[in-house]
């Protein structure tokens, strides 16, 4: 498991939603909050937050 620090050093300002291929989460892509798609970085992220 990733920490805090690994997590935000690989994707520092970017909004992940933009490389998945749904069109739902494709609408999202600009949105100025920094998605993470469902997934393992995104649990990451959360409990190294919390």
Do not use: C, I
């Not at 291929?21 to 919390?50: C, I, M, R, T």
């Amino acid at each position: 498991m990733e920490s805090k620090v690994d997590v935000t050093r690989k994707y520092p300002d970017e909004n992940l939603l933009s490389k998945e291929k749904s069109p739902y989460l494709l609408q999202h892509a600009n949105n100025p909050v920094h998605w993470y798609p469902w997934g393992d970085e995104a649990f990451a992220k959360a409990k190294a937050e919390d």
